[in-house]
């Protein structure tokens, strides 16, 4: 444009020579064909070039012929550039243009967004920094012992040592100054970059002793680069993927592609976030947060932005969270949009109920008992989950309310996740429910062809009111006559298959009670389960004895074989679990087949059986029935023994390698202990390691932590307040694991940060208002295709009926 203005000056100006001082005129074929040279077509370059040895009449037609091409060139640029400005991008464009596609990429800097498998450019708008450097200039005789900094240095001298690893040396200054810099490699382009005299930009970390300080294997910069040095820089990484090494020149790379994306592509990004809510929580708009988060105005304080506190920061993890969240509410609203068979329930139901059992609820039962039976009574489907320890009586409480749906001539089907425990639920219904006059009917595999078809049949007449079953059970060739309730055992979500399925099968859409032995806290309730109602049974049934729980290291191994001993003469059995042996570990970790033996050398009089993971069902049901039979003393077993499987003749449990468990894993491991009249122990066996202290305060921190989170097991029994600990300690992911739930993985929310646990509280109630408002979403189309994109298929945000 300035060549274009200068040409444009120059061509008036000398147009309106007149012909003496025209035909004088030189040098303008240089000058105009050198700026104009990017505006017009060759030809006339070309005819630019001969202008100085044209007569004055011919000089000023080709001028006035230049002046008017010129200024039909600048009316044409401003009207591009204001097309481009007028651009509006699309959240679709985000995820269709291809970051191997984009011209202001180098083809490194592509690399290293491939590196960590960025495709699009929403994927690098959204690939959050973990953590922030200060790469701001600081002065050498400021900075403390420990601290990281950048520096600009003058180097004095270069020299090979040979001082164990480091093997050459380098000495810079500033003022009167000095450093001493190692590195570990004797590399020739070290010589020439650190030549005596120059300037050179150091980033690392310095440790100060006694008067001297020093630094080993800094970054080194030859110049200032204003995307990666003397700000506030992020820091990328693979989130939860080791393996991949990402250096820090490919972090640079992502740095400088991640500054030109957002400088050309953010300010096109739509936003989404209702405006109202932006306002309510005073939240910066999607592109000041993108950016900031990016990279942050230098007045942001360094500490507060790795702890995630800044305004840009929150508005993205309430941005992540409330994504979540609407798909949750959105998904509860569609289910409740069906109509379901209203149950009426006499007044003192509970009160007569009460009267079948050999005890009096717990407050926790009735409660429950209660929630669900005003769900029930309602024409919209209930959605319930009932949370409760292993023991703390959850199967009443769905005895009850499935006597509530029989009363009222409805079927009611009951599914367990094997076989065991479909047989054992069975009797516990049959026997409270016969006192009832109702009769309860068991549907397995095993169950003969001829009852089967029976079954089947009052199945479709109706007669049949109770069915007890595997998952299998809406699989088999059955029609209800009409299914009003299903209660669902040690399985987290009823899918929306599995209730088109039913739908298929007795034509209404079934009330839907889910009941788990995972103990839930309530942020990842929220977060995992946001679309159903939750009942907790905390209390557990007046009598029992907690499981006694001992930590030891394994040097001490024989004190608690002489305990299991004790156990064993007394006719009682054991559970040995292992942690599960990938197989790429390279680990002090013995594997379970390893461990079995030991125990079998241990005891050679007893009967010790292995279970494990790769077994065929049948061989597991095999072993595990011989068990239960008292037929084996000691079960070896990776974590496969199933949950809610009721042997009360264990009384031992021992987890091998407690360290490599989630603390909600060894504590609904733990419950399967004690169940009888005897009581019970969990022993947690750790290596011997963990006695000693270790040199590296890393490691020394990692081990203490290690150790607290196993004794909060030796000092509670309380499955909510160890599950809040694992929260608190290790983001919750094990509690997802075991909650058989598929992880969530977030991008920048983070739940061991109390702060994220509050903003998911604020966010559920956001996203029930707005889907109360707007049940599809119909007024907030971005909004609604950013949920659709991340939860569509894994919440099934699909009409069911
Ligand atoms: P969960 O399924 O929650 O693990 P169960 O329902 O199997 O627990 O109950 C465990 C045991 O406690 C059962 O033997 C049951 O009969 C008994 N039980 C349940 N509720 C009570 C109560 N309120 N008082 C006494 N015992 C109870
Ligand atoms: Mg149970």
């Not at 003022?175 to 020439?192: A, E, T």
């Not at 009670?513 to 049934?541: C, E, F, H, N, W």
């Not at 008292?630 to 360290?659: C, Q, R, Y």
Request: hydrophobic share 35%; with cysteine; proline share 4%.
């Amino acid at each position: 444009m300035k060549k274009l203005k200068q040409a444009k000056a120059i061509i008036n100006r000398v147009r309106n020579y007149e012909n003496a001082l025209l035909s004088r005129t030189t040098g303008l074929s240089e000058t105009l064909s050198q700026l104009l040279s990017d505006f017009l077509p060759e030809g006339l370059i070309e005819d630019i070039k001969q202008i100085d040895s044209l007569t004055p009449q011919k000089k000023r037609a080709l001028l006035n012929y230049l002046s008017k091409a010129v200024e039909q060139i600048e009316r044409n640029i401003p009207e591009k550039k204001k097309e481009k400005q007028s651009i509006k991008l699309k959240l679709q464009d985000f995820w269709s243009i291809k970051i191997n596609d984009l011209k202001i990429l180098k083809p490194i800097e592509k690399r290293a967004f491939r590196k960590i498998g960025v495709k699009s450019l929403y994927d690098a708008l959204f690939f959050f920094p973990h953590r922030y450097e200060d790469k701001r200039l600081k002065k050498l005789s400021k900075i403390k012992n420990g601290e990281y900094g950048l520096f600009r240095l003058e180097v004095v001298e270069t020299k090979k040592i040979n001082r164990g690893k480091l093997k050459v040396q380098v000495v810079l200054k500033e003022g009167k100054d000095f450093l001493n810099v190692y590195f570990v490699h004797d590399r020739p382009y070290l010589f020439s970059f650190f030549r005596k005299g120059k300037e050179v930009i150091l980033y690392g970390k310095v440790s100060v002793y006694g008067k001297e300080k020093s630094m080993i294997q800094p970054e080194i910069y030859n110049s200032f680069d204003e995307v990666v040095l003397d700000r506030i820089v992020p820091v990328y990484s693979l989130r939860g993927d080791s393996s991949v090494k990402i250096t820090s020149q490919t972090i640079n790379h992502l740095r400088r592609g991640m500054f030109k994306i957002i400088e050309k592509y953010l300010p096109y990004f739509p936003e989404y976030l209702p405006e109202e809510i932006r306002e309510r929580y005073k939240l910066p708009s999607i592109s000041q947060a993108l950016k900031n988060v990016h990279f942050p105005e230098d007045t942001h304080n360094i500490e507060k932005l790795n702890g995630f506190e800044t305004r840009p920061q929150i508005r993205l993890i309430f941005d992540e969270l409330f994504i979540l969240e609407l798909a949750q509410a959105y998904r509860k609203s569609l289910i409740k949009s069906n109509p379901a068979q209203p149950v009426s329930v006499s007044e003192n139901f509970v009160e007569e109920f009460e009267n079948l059992l050999p005890f009096s609820l717990t407050g926790d039962q009735k409660k429950a008992l209660k929630d669900i039976l005003s769900d029930i009574s309602k024409s919209s489907p209930m959605n319930r989950m009932v949370q409760g320890d292993v023991g703390s009586g959850k199967t009443v409480v769905a005895i009850g309310s499935a006597l509530a749906v029989a009363q009222n001539n409805l079927q009611v089907a009951v599914m367990a996740p094997t076989e065991i425990l479909a047989k054992q639920h069975y009797h516990n219904f049959k026997n409270i429910l016969s006192k009832a006059g109702i009769e309860v009917y068991l549907l397995t595999g095993n169950t003969p062809p001829k009852e089967k078809r029976k079954l089947y049949k009052k199945m479709e007449t109706g007669e049949a009111k109770i069915v007890i079953g595997t998952h299998a059970l809406i699989q088999e060739e059955v029609r209800f006559k009409n299914l009003a309730l299903v209660i669902v055992d040690e399985q987290h979500r009823f899918g929306v298959e599995q209730r088109k399925a039913l739908i298929e099968k007795s034509g209404t859409v079934p009330h839907v009670l889910v009941m788990t032995a995972t103990p839930i806290p309530r942020t990842l309730s929220i977060a995992l389960y946001g679309d159903l109602d939750v009942s907790i049974i905390k209390q557990l049934p007046a009598g029992r004895k907690p499981v006694e729980t001992v930590l030891y290291y394994e040097d001490e191994r024989e004190n608690m074989l002489s305990k299991i001993k004790q156990e064993l003469e007394k006719g009682r059995q054991v559970f040995v679990v292992y942690p599960l042996i990938e197989e790429s570990e390279k680990s002090d970790m013995k594997s379970v087949e390893e461990g079995f033996k030991h125990w079998q050398e241990a005891f050679p009089d007893k009967n010790v059986v292995l279970l494990h993971g790769k077994m065929p069902q049948e061989e597991k049901d095999f072993i595990m029935e011989q068990f239960r039979d008292k037929k084996a003393d000691i079960l070896v077993s990776t974590t496969v023994i199933e949950v809610g499987v009721d042997i009360p003749n264990a009384t031992v449990m021992v987890i091998e390698d407690a360290h490599r468990f989630g603390l909600s894993q060894i504590h609904q491991l733990r419950g399967r202990v004690g169940r009888g009249k005897y009581g019970g122990y969990c022993f947690l066996i750790v290596p011997s390691r963990f006695k000693k202290k270790e040199q590296e305060p890393e490691k020394e921190k990692s081990r203490q932590k290690t150790l607290e989170r196993l004794k909060i097991l030796v000092k509670t029994s309380d499955g909510f307040r160890i599950a809040e600990a694992d929260l608190e300690l290790r983001g919750g992911g094990d509690i997802m694991g075991t909650a058989q739930s598929g992880k969530l993985t977030f991008s920048i929310a983070d739940f061991t940060r109390p702060k994220d646990r509050i903003i998911l509280e604020y966010t559920k109630k956001e996203a029930e208002k707005l889907i109360k408002e707007d049940p599809h979403l119909e007024g907030h189309p971005v909004l609604k295709e950013l949920m659709m994109a991340k939860y569509r298929d894994r919440f099934n945000l699909i009409n069911i009926a």
